[in-house]
C-alpha cells in the first residue's frame, strides 16, 4: 500500500505543487509590473522556463534514441516516446503563452517572428515524431524509426534556430530584467524543471506498463493457437 | 580505397541502370514536378512575373515533393526478393550502401531540377537575371542536404506499409532549414540587391555537413535484412 | 547419399587432427523487442561439415542462421567465423559464406548475367566474366542469360540464385529453406547439388522444415526448442520420429 516508492511520488508532487504555488505568489505579489506591457508581460515568467523545459525533454529524447540505436533496449525506446510527448505538450504551453504576448504587445495572434516560427516548428517536429510511432505497426521496426527520427530532428532544432533568425523580425523582443523579475524566473524554474521530469518519468512507467501487458497478451495468443491436435467433427450438421 | 570506389560505382551504375530499364519513377517525378510548377504558379497568379525569390518557394515546392517520390523508388528496388541482404553480405562496408543510394538520388533529382526550372522559367518569367549562379548554387546545396536526409529515412521507412507518405511526413519538417535559408537568401539576393551573405550560405553547408555525415554512420543501423 | 554422408563423417571422426571449426559460438543470445529468441547458443561448426537445423516456427532457426550470416547482430554472447570473431573483420569473412534462400536476392529487372557479374564486381572478382559463364553453364541458364529474371519460372531463379551465391566459391554454405516452392525435380537435383558441395569439401548449414529430408541428406542435425540447442546429433543416429517429437514439444 504505502511502499516508499509511493511515499516519493507523493511527496515530489506535492513539493511541485507548493513551489508552484509560491512561484505564483511570487508573481501576483512580489514581481513588479513592467512599463510598456502591463501585466500580461508576466506570462513570460511561464513561457521561458517552459520553453527551457521543452528543450530538455527534447534532448531527453536525442539521448535515448541514441542509447536505443546502440543498445537496442526497450526501456530506452519508452524513455523517448515519454520524452517526446512531453516534449510537444510543453511545446504547446511554449505557443499559446507566445501567442498570448504577441497579441498583447503588438495586437496579433500570429507573426511570423523568429521566436514563435521557432516554437511552432520544434512543436511540428516533434509532433511528427509522435505520428510517425502511431504509424508503425511493428514494436521493432517503430523504435528503430523512431529513434533516428529522434536523433535527426534533434540534430536539426539548432539550425532551425539559426535559419528563423535570418527571416526579418518587425517586433524585436528585449526584454529588461531587474532584480526581482530575475528572482522571480528563478523561482518558476524550479517547479517547472520538477514537474517536466515528473511528466516524463510517468509516462515512462506508463509505456513500460502497456509493453509488459501486450507481451503477456501476445504470448498468450502464440501458445493458443498452436496447442492442440485438429479433429475432423463431420460436415454441416 | 580504390576497391571501395569501384564498388561505390558498381552499386550506383547498378540503381541507374534498373532506373534506366524500367523508366517508371523518372516518367512520374518529372511530371508531378512540371505539373506543381504550374498548379502552383497559376495559384500565385499569372500576370506579373513571378520573381525571383517567389520561384524559390515554388520550386522548392516541387522538388520536395518529387524528391519523396525518388527516394522511395531507389529504396523499394532494395526491397524486392531481399536483394539488400545480398548486398549487406557483400564485403563491403555498408555506409557505400548509402553514399551510392545518395549518389543515385541526387542525379535522379538534379535530373528533375533540370526539367522543372525552366519550366518555371518559361512559364512565369522567373527572372533569375540578377544572380543565377548564386540561385544554383543555393538549389544545389539545398538538394544535396533534402537527399542526405531523405536516403536515410527512406531507407528507415522502406519496409512499412505507409511509406511514402510516413517519408514525407518526416522529411519535410526537418527539411525547413534549407526551405527558409534558401528562400530568404534569394530575397535578399533578388528583391534587395544584396549578396548572399556568409551567414546563410554557412548554414545551408553546416546542415549539409551535420547530416550526410550523421546519416552515413547512422545508415548501417537502420538496415533490415 | 546417406552412406556416403555417414561414411565421410566417420572419416572425419576418426581423423581428429581438424582445422579451425568455421563457426564456433559461445553462449550466443538474441532478443528482439525484449523477447528472448536464442538462449546461450553454444555450437561449433566443423570444416566440411553438412548440418541441419531443425526447430519448429519461431525456435530461432532463420534468425541463428542470420546472425552467422553477419546479416544481423547477436545481443550477447561470441561467434567467430573461420577463426575471427565477428565485427572488426566482418567484411573479409563474409567474402566466404554464401547463402541462399527462399528469396532470390537478384535484381528482377536486370538479367542473370548483369546480376552475376555486379555481384563479382562487389567481390572483387579476378576473371569475372569467364566466371560468370562458368557458372551460368553449372546452372542450366547459358540460354536464358540475358533475359531479366522477372520471367523466370520459380525453379530457374532458384537456379540464378545459387549461381549468385555461388559466384564468388564461399567455403561456407548457409541454406534458408532452399527448396520450398520447388517441384520434385528441382529439388532431388537440388539435393543432389548440395550432396556435391558437400563431397567437394564445404561446409554446409541448412535450415529446412522437411525433418525426413533433412535427415536424409545431413551428416549432423541440431533441433532448436524454444531458443536453444534441445538436440545435437549425427543423423544417423535418429529417427524422424523421435525428431518431430522434439520438435514439436
Known amino acids: 500500500m504505502c511502499t516508499p516508492r509511493k511515499i516519493f511520488i507523493r511527496a515530489y508532487w506535492l513539493v511541485t505543487f507548493a513551489l508552484f504555488a509560491i512561484a505564483i505568489g511570487a508573481v501576483i505579489e512580489y514581481a513588479p509590473d513592467e512599463e510598456t506591457m502591463g501585466p500580461i508581460q508576466k506570462i513570460f515568467y511561464l513561457h521561458l522556463p517552459v520553453a527551457i523545459s521543452t528543450f530538455l525533454a527534447c534532448l531527453v529524447c536525442f539521448i535515448a534514441s541514441l542509447g536505443y540505436l546502440v543498445q537496442r533496449k526497450t526501456w530506452w525506446d519508452d524513455l523517448a516516446a515519454a520524452a517526446a510527448r512531453v516534449a510537444v505538450q510543453l511545446c504547446a504551453v511554449v505557443l499559446l503563452t507566445g501567442m498570448i504576448w504577441g497579441k498583447s504587445a503588438w495586437g496579433q495572434w500570429w507573426t511570423w517572428s523568429p521566436r514563435l516560427t521557432f516554437s511552432l516548428v520544434l512543436w511540428l517536429l516533434y509532433v511528427v515524431y509522435l505520428t510517425v510511432r502511431v504509424s508503425v505497426e511493428s514494436g521493432q521496426r517503430r523504435a528503430v524509426i523512431s529513434a533516428i527520427y529522434g536523433i535527426i530532428a534533434f540534430l536539426d532544432v539548432p539550425l532551425v534556430w539559426l535559419s528563423v533568425r535570418l527571416m526579418p523580425d518587425i517586433h524585436p523582443e528585449s526584454i529588461e530584467l531587474a532584480a526581482p523579475m530575475k528572482l522571480t524566473l528563478a523561482l518558476w524554474f524550479v517547479p517547472v524543471v520538477l514537474l517536466t521530469a515528473g511528466l516524463i518519468v510517468a509516462k515512462f512507467n506508463l509505456n513500460q506498463i502497456q509493453r509488459k501487458r501486450s507481451a503477456v497478451l501476445e504470448d498468450e495468443k502464440s501458445t493458443a493457437a498452436t496447442s492442440g491436435p485438429l479433429h475432423w467433427a463431420g460436415g454441416a450438421a | 580505397m580504390t576497391g571501395s570506389i569501384a564498388q561505390f560505382q558498381l552499386l550506383t551504375a547498378k540503381d541507374l541502370k534498373i532506373e534506366a530499364r524500367s523508366r517508371q519513377t523518372m516518367s512520374l517525378v518529372l511530371v508531378l514536378g512540371v505539373l506543381i510548377v504550374v498548379v502552383l504558379g497559376l495559384g500565385l497568379g499569372t500576370t506579373n512575373n513571378v520573381a525571383g525569390f517567389n520561384a524559390m518557394a515554388v520550386l522548392w515546392v516541387a522538388y520536395l515533393f518529387s524528391g519523396v517520390l525518388c527516394f522511395e523508388k531507389t529504396m523499394a528496388v532494395e526491397r524486392n526478393d531481399n536483394v539488400l541482404a545480398g548486398l549487406m553480405m557483400a564485403p563491403l562496408d555498408r555506409g557505400l550502401i548509402y553514399l551510392s543510394k545518395l549518389a543515385s538520388n541526387l542525379i535522379l533529382m538534379l535530373a528533375v531540377a533540370a526539367v522543372v526550372t525552366p519550366a518555371g522559367i518559361l512559364f512565369f518569367g522567373f527572372d533569375l537575371s540578377a544572380a543565377p549562379g548564386s540561385f544554383a548554387a543555393v538549389m544545389l546545396l539545398g538538394i544535396l542536404g533534402f537527399a542526405a536526409i531523405g536516403t536515410l529515412f527512406s531507407a528507415a521507412v522502406s519496409s512499412t506499409r505507409l511509406q511514402g507518405g510516413l517519408l514525407a511526413m518526416m522529411v519535410f519538417p526537418v527539411s525547413l532549414p534549407l526551405v527558409v535559408v534558401s528562400t530568404q537568401l534569394m530575397i535578399r539576393t533578388f528583391r534587395d540587391g544584396q549578396a548572399p551573405g556568409l551567414s546563410g550560405i554557412g548554414i545551408l553547408v553546416a546542415f549539409d555537413a551535420i547530416f550526410l555525415v550523421v546519416s552515413w554512420m547512422v545508415f548501417e543501423l537502420v538496415l533490415e535484412p | ?249
Do not use: W
Not at chain 3, 552475376?116 to 566474366?129: D, I, M, P, Q, V
Open chain 3, 1 to 249: 547419399m546417406t552412406r556416403a554422408s555417414s561414411a565421410i563423417f566417420e572419416a572425419k571422426r576418426a581423423n581428429p587432427a581438424t582445422p579451425e571449426p568455421v563457426v564456433r559460438c559461445q553462449r550466443l543470445s538474441k532478443s528482439i523487442d525484449d523477447r528472448s529468441v536464442l538462449r546461450e547458443i553454444d555450437l561449433q561448426v566443423g570444416a566440411g561439415s553438412y548440418l541441419a537445423l531443425l526447430g519448429a516456427n519461431g525456435a530461432g532457426k532463420s534468425t541463428l542462421l542470420k546472425i552467422v550470416a553477419t546479416l544481423i547482430p547477436a545481443t550477447s554472447g561470441e561467434i567467430e567465423l573461420f577463426g575471427n570473431p565477428l565485427s572488426h573483420n566482418s567484411a573479409s569473412v563474409r567474402a566466404r559464406i554464401g547463402f541462399i534462400a527462399h528469396q532470390s536476392m537478384l535484381y528482377r529487372d536486370l538479367s542473370t548475367r548483369e546480376n552475376l557479374e555486379f555481384y563479382a564486381g562487389l567481390y572483387s572478382l579476378k576473371n569475372a566474366r569467364a566466371r560468370v559463364r562458368r557458372m551460368l553453364e553449372m546452372v542450366g541458364l547459358s540460354g536464358r542469360a540475358n533475359d531479366p529474371v522477372k520471367t523466370f519460372s520459380r525453379g530457374m531463379v532458384q537456379r540464378a540464385a545459387i549461381a549468385r551465391a555461388l559466384l564468388h566459391d564461399p567455403d561456407l554454405i548457409l541454406a534458408d529453406e532452399p527448396f520450398s516452392g520447388l517441384d520434385a525435380p528441382s529439388i532431388e537435383s537440388l539435393e543432389r547439388f548440395f550432396s556435391e558441395l558437400h563431397v567437394a569439401g564445404k561446409t554446409i548449414i541448412l535450415v529446412n522444415h522437411d525433418i525426413d529430408q533433412s535427415l536424409r541428406l545431413a551428416e549432423r542435425a541440431i533441433v532448436l526448442r524454444g531458443g536453444r540447442i534441445a538436440v545435437d546429433s549425427p543423423t544417423y543416429r535418429l529417427y524422424p520420429r523421435e525428431v518431430l517429437s522434439e520438435v514439436s514439444a
